[in-house]
């Protein structure tokens, strides 16, 4: 083990032994299970799953820290681009899918009522121990929103927001050995989880073949990378939710000629524990997260079948540096404002979220404008 990882206390240890013993035995009653099925049991068991345990993630005493929680910035330019959706409509609906703290959330409504937006807030998320924090955030902010346990079953006019949510769908790994594509997954091996190669999928194989075929090319000996699975099943409820409206994206992704360029022969999975970033999903079950970057012309491809339309796709840094909701860069010696600089720097700069994060628009029964940047639809 990496000395450099700080070990979890009594409490934490405890809790990724049981559920260490029981992804045991399901490899031991089946032989083996694919990534995707260790990487929902990890990231979702209930009690015991990352997002369901109770532990500290985000922030300086958790494991990564997201944009909302960095700064303001990124709920002021949403707000504007929400308004133009919302102003239109009698009765709106902002849904909030995967809130995190609540952070965003509170923001965000701050900022609509200050463009004079009176909009129904809702909130899904599937961690009962995240839902808690978001309602006593909600409250000590005043902030009126519903919990959803399922997307609404009829369709709603508003907005769909989901900030950092696709990248912890779990993820269909793979290799390409021979000319054969192989489904990798997780056996026991030497005390700990270890990667294993599972039997032919007919499904998957054919995934493989169509992205060959767009990309012009095959994916060499030996290449590692994933596919998300889940994502079209997805991309259909957020079409059922939405009679009138848009839905914006916000996450770390690629198109897919990035994504599956041949220097990224490794993929893109990637764990986070206590902020280290670093590629073994099997350290402390439970106790980190794990997530894929976000393939965002399987998105867009997803959502054209769904009956959805793109109507932008550009980077953070663009969106934020041109939504005209920045900050007058005022620099002070005082240290918020310093940190309120920092922040904004994590946020924008290409080097830090800026490129790495994108935003995707996609709307229904309305014609939008692109996002403020640059346009890179041509890229999807």
């Known amino acids: 083990m990496d000395l450099d990882f700080p070990q979890p206390g009594p409490?934490?240890?405890?809790?990724?032994?049981?559920?260490?013993?029981?992804?045991?035995?399901?490899?031991?009653?089946?032989?083996?299970?694919?990534?995707?099925?260790?990487?929902?049991?990890?990231?979702?068991?209930?009690?015991?799953?990352?997002?369901?345990?109770?532990?500290?993630?985000?922030?300086?005493?958790?494991?990564?820290i997201t944009a909302p929680e960095l700064s303001p910035v990124l709920a002021g330019a949403l707000a504007a681009r929400l308004a133009e959706v919302l102003?239109?409509?009698?009765?709106?609906?902002?849904?909030?899918?995967?809130?995190?703290?609540?952070?965003?959330?509170?923001?965000?409504?701050?900022?609509?009522?200050?463009?004079?937006?009176?909009?129904?807030?809702?909130?899904?998320?599937?961690?009962?121990?995240?839902?808690s924090r978001q309602r006593q955030r909600c409250a000590a902010a005043g902030v009126e929103a519903r919990w959803l346990d399922e997307f609404p079953a009829e369709p709603f006019d508003g907005a769909i927001i989901a900030n950092e949510v696709l990248d912890a769908f779990p993820a269909t790994c793979f290799v390409k050995r021979a000319g054969e594509v192989r489904p990798l997954g997780v056996g026991w091996a030497e005390r700990r989880f270890a990667w294993v190669k599972g039997p032919a999928d007919a499904d998957l194989s054919r995934r493989i073949a169509s992205l060959e075929a767009r990309l012009g090319r095959g994916l060499a000996d030996g290449y590692r990378s994933e596919v998300s699975r889940g994502l079209p099943s997805w991309m259909q409820r957020i079409a059922a939710a939405l009679h009138r409206g848009a839905a914006f994206i916000l996450d770390y992704g690629l198109p897919e000629a990035e994504y599956y360029h041949p220097q990224r022969a490794h993929g893109t999975l990637i764990c986070h524990y206590r902020h280290r970033a670093h590629d073994d999903p099997f350290l402390f079950p439970g106790l980190q997260d794990i997530s894929a970057w976000v393939d965002f012309s399987a998105c867009a491809r997803a959502a054209r079948e769904a009956g959805l339309t793109v109507a932008g796709f550009t980077t953070q840094g663009q969106f934020l540096v041109e939504a005209g909701t920045m900050p007058a860069a005022q620099i002070r010696p005082e240290a918020a404002n310093l940190a309120a600089v920092r922040a904004l720097k994590t946020l924008i700069l290409p080097g830090e979220m800026g490129e790495r994060f994108k935003l995707l628009v996609l709307s229904r029964g309305m014609a939008l404008e692109p996002p403020p940047g640059r346009d890179f639809r041509a890229r999807l």
């Open 87 to 131: 102003r239109p409509l009698d009765d709106p609906v902002v849904l909030e899918v995967g809130a995190g703290t609540g952070r965003l959330a509170v923001d965000l409504s701050r900022a609509l009522r200050a463009l004079d937006i009176r909009a129904r807030y809702r909130i899904l998320d599937r961690s009962p121990e995240l839902q």
């Open 11 to 64: 409490d934490g240890s405890a809790i990724s032994r049981r559920l260490t013993r029981r992804i045991r035995t399901e490899i031991r009653e089946r032989g083996w299970i694919g990534f995707e099925r260790f990487m929902e049991r990890a990231l979702y068991e209930p009690e015991l799953g990352y997002y369901n345990n109770g532990s500290v993630k985000f922030g300086p005493r958790g494991d990564f």
